[in-house]
């Protein structure tokens, strides 16, 4: 099972580096699109967790994400890592939060208020690799899955990713499966 994933994390760690600049903007708009048709049914949803995509990593624009929430009056949430921890705190986001880039090139706020992970309606998880049912492979850290046990389990889990689904990925006990997953072709549902 570990082998298999990461055979799986190279696969896609691959295929994102073979994106060119022009195609991760493009599948990061058609992914917003996506995502505003999957809101539309749920206008209910005001609280909204991101993560922000590694550059290095060519991860999915998620700052798009966040003008459009903004702009139809949303709470934005993201989280940063504790020091030497697997856990994570959550910070409550505004159009004025400004990120710097951490060791690792992950972005993070510098001017955000401490926010309540019990508020959180929907998260948006970052994934490399996702399956027809909703199992997922993120970089491997764990830091995901500690964060999302932690929540009510009501929150919505959404994933987003370039790329269609496996067929089948072997999941572990501690692996929380997501609920949808955008991509730039469709939503799907688990």
């Not at 055979?7 to 600049?21: D, H």
């Not at 899955?145 to 006990?173: A, C, M, Q, R, T």
Request: glycine share 6%; net charge negative; aromatic share 12%.
């Amino acid at each position: 099972m570990i082998e298999e994933k990461a055979k799986l994390r190279e696969i896609y760690k691959s295929k994102r580096a073979g994106l060119t600049s022009a195609e991760i903007v493009q599948f990061s708009f058609e992914i917003l699109n996506q995502f505003k048709v999957w809101l539309g049914s749920r206008e209910d949803f005001t609280h909204f967790h991101l993560f922000f995509p590694i550059e290095k990593q060519n991860e999915v624009n998620t700052y798009i994400i966040k003008e459009f929430l903004e702009a139809n009056q949303k709470k934005v949430y993201t989280s940063q890592i504790k020091s030497n921890r697997l856990e994570m705190d959550t910070f409550l986001l505004s159009p004025k939060t400004i990120f710097e880039e951490s060791k690792m090139g992950i972005p993070i706020p510098v001017n955000a208020d401490k926010g309540d992970p019990e508020d959180l309606q929907a998260i948006l998880v970052p994934l490399l690799a996702f399956d027809k049912v909703g199992n997922r492979i993120g970089y491997g850290k764990g830091y995901y899955d500690v964060f999302l046990k932690g929540l009510n389990p009501k929150v919505v889990k959404i994933g987003l990713s370039y790329f269609l689904p496996e067929e089948k990925i072997s999941s572990e006990e501690h692996d929380i499966p997501l609920d949808f997953c955008i991509t730039p072709e469709k939503i799907f549902t688990f």
